[in-house]
């Protein structure tokens, strides 16, 4: 099984401040790594696939990098909209997994 | 719009079995595999099962395997989640959720709103 981890924990960030969230698989996953956004009483909503793709109706400020182990979420310019929880997913290799989350929380 | 709706959910009792349905609209059910990723209260995102879109294939996660089983009736457009021998640690929100890609393994999207399971006596 991959084992994805994610840091930090948890981050309070004050509006338009910068936030990175990192990911790391326990083995390569190529680009087959992808990013949701869950809000409070809300289902998962993906914010970016395959690493780095951006995903229709998902505003500018929300980015992906990486491949291989090492992936990066960033969001530019938080806004409050932004509170959430952040899950990484790879899909290389069955199980699937998700990371354990980031929740981001506005100050 | 592409939407899955999840029913079936409720507070069963440990040992016992409950079938949950996942009902699409919006797009050609049969031509995508889909998923069924459950999350326990507080707690982070599990996946548990997929099926192909013909149903020839389903995997499942280490936790469930021989206890659920899942299924689709393309004709009605619909996913199931047959649970058997529920244990307190099968309580959580069950969600569907499509695959990103008619081919492969990719992103999950849209997902359903979920459909809560409790498992208690």
């Known amino acids: 099984e991959i084992v994805l981890t994610q840091s930090p924990d948890f981050q309070s960030v004050t509006p338009k401040e910068k936030v990175t969230i990192t990911c790391r698989a326990s083995?390569?996953?190529?680009?087959?790594l992808h990013w949701y956004q869950q809000k409070p009483d809300q289902s998962p909503k993906l914010l970016i696939k395959y690493a780095s793709q951006s995903v229709s109706g998902v505003p500018s400020r929300f980015s992906g990098s990486g491949s291989g182990t090492d992936f990066t979420l960033t969001i530019n310019n938080l806004e409050a909209e932004d509170a959430a929880v952040y899950y990484c997913h790879q899909s290389s290799g069955l199980p699937f997994t998700f990371g354990p989350g980031t929740k981001v929380e506005i100050k | 719009q592409v939407q899955l709706v999840e029913s079936g959910g409720g507070v069963v009792q440990p040992g016992r079995s409950l079938t949950l349905s996942c009902a699409a609209s919006g797009f050609t059910f049969s031509s995508y595999a889909i998923h069924w990723v459950r999350q326990a209260p507080g707690k982070g995102l599990e996946w548990v099962a997929i099926i192909y879109r013909d149903g020839s294939e389903r995997y499942y996660g280490d936790s469930v395997k021989g206890r659920f089983t899942i299924s689709r009736d393309n004709s009605r457009d619909t996913l199931y989640l047959q649970m058997n021998s529920l244990i307190a640690e099968d309580t959580a929100v069950y969600y569907c959720a499509r695959e990103g890609d008619t081919n492969g393994w990719n992103w999950f999207d849209p997902w359903g709103q979920g459909t809560l399971v409790t498992v208690s006596s």
């Open positions: 083995r390569t996953v190529g680009s087959s």
